[in-house]
């Protein structure tokens, strides 16, 4: 198994998280992906990069780096995203029940070993 | 002359629009150079008469002068333009109790204690205040007397400048204008409104995202980077709330943070519970 699908099963094994995927973050392409039916990596790649691209203006502007992790809650759900190496990112989607506290650590622990 | 105030003094002549005043006018009060002090804060608030830090900053210089009655305006100026600063409302909170109307004060450190929790000095000034509640409660809503004695050390009102909590919140319309708050960089460059005009298109980008994605409207935002810990938040569908603290502050209690700062945004900009 490639180092980016072990990554991919780690994070989907987590309790309420639907999927996961890596993308590159500058263009919003899936690189791999591990996702439950009926969700759209594509759109979600794209969507994911677009914002993380916003938010990554944001804290520049601020004087800050790339954020390491982000976490989007919604009325349904959250999208989470860790930043690896070379333009990586590995998000990934949970619903409300999701144990986000064990997702983000092996997320960041996912692409610290992508790197 | 000390090196940093030389240096300030420096960096302010070669650029006399810079934010160098705040820096320069702080060092001067803190070495009780008061009238200098004041004559750069009055030169900065001349040029930005709409910065909060500059009205904070003059209501200590005031406060350390003995101008009671002119640290309080300064104060209340200060909390107009940014009504979640903690500092002024400490300031405030203290200065109403020298006055002896302990109502008043304890309600300004109390807002003050909901906004930042974290700040020791606010909760040791409730707590000091409860042990010597022993005179007469005043319940007069009228602003302190001006012949009161001099602002002391306690509580702590804060540097501005130098302490992040007092800052770190910006609230911004759905344009990308800064409504409130104030926000510096890891430089201390004011970095207020570049952040705002950035925050409208991550709200947008955030509410396409979770509509596409079938999730329903987003309700915030937590984001880690190496220099500190993000809070997004909207308080009403048109604005967007930034809270920004230390890394070292988990990012849930960060989360309360915010959600009390949204609630004291929500109720100033009229918006019913």
């Known amino acids: 198994m490639s180092p980016a699908n072990s990554a991919l099963e780690r994070v989907t094994k987590v309790p309420g998280i639907r999927g996961s995927l890596l993308i590159s973050a500058t263009d919003g392409l899936v690189v791999a992906e591990r996702l439950m039916d009926g969700i759209d990596g594509r759109a979600t790649a794209a969507l994911a990069g677009s914002l993380l691209q916003r938010l990554g203006r944001a804290t520049a502007g601020a004087g800050m780096q790339v954020p390491t992790f982000v976490h989007l809650r919604a009325n349904s759900g959250s999208i989470l995203a860790a930043a690896g190496q070379n333009d990586l990112v590995l998000v990934a989607l949970a619903g409300l029940d999701a144990n986000l506290g064990l997702a983000r650590l092996e997320m960041l622990d996912a692409v610290g070993r992508l790197s | ?273």
């Open chain 2, 1 to 273: 002359m000390s090196n940093d105030i030389r240096t300030l003094t420096a960096r302010l002549a070669e650029e006399p629009s810079s934010l160098a005043f705040l820096e320069l006018a702080e060092a001067l009060r803190r070495r009780g150079q008061l009238e200098a002090a004041y004559k750069v804060a009055r030169g900065g608030l001349g040029r930005y008469p709409g910065l909060a830090d500059a009205h904070d900053l003059l209501a200590r210089i005031l406060g350390d002068q003995g101008d009671l009655a002119g640290a309080f305006d300064a104060w209340v100026e200060a909390l107009r333009l940014d009504p979640m600063r903690t500092s002024a409302l400490k300031g405030i909170g203290f200065l109403y109790f020298r006055a002896g109307n302990v109502v008043e004060a304890r309600e300004h450190l109390q807002r003050a204690a909901e906004i930042d929790p974290d700040d020791q000095s606010i909760t040791q000034a409730l707590a000091r205040m409860t042990e010597a509640t022993v005179t007469p409660v005043q319940t007069s809503s009228s602003r302190p007397a001006a012949s009161a004695s001099a602002v002391p050390a306690e509580p702590d009102t804060g540097d501005s400048s130098a302490d992040p909590a007092e800052q770190g919140h910006l609230l911004v319309d759905g344009n990308g204008m800064l409504l409130s708050g104030s926000l510096r960089s890891p430089g201390n460059e004011d970095v207020g409104d570049r952040v705002a005009a950035e925050l409208a298109g991550v709200s947008k980008e955030a509410s396409r995202t979770t509509r596409l994605l079938g999730l329903g409207g987003w309700q915030a935002i937590a984001v880690e980077s190496p220099e500190g810990n993000l809070y997004l938040l909207p308080p009403t569908p048109d604005t967007v709330l930034l809270t920004i603290r230390e890394r070292s502050l988990p990012m849930a209690r960060l989360g309360l943070i915010a959600e009390r700062a949204a609630r004291h945004a929500r109720a100033w900009l009229g918006v019913q519970e």
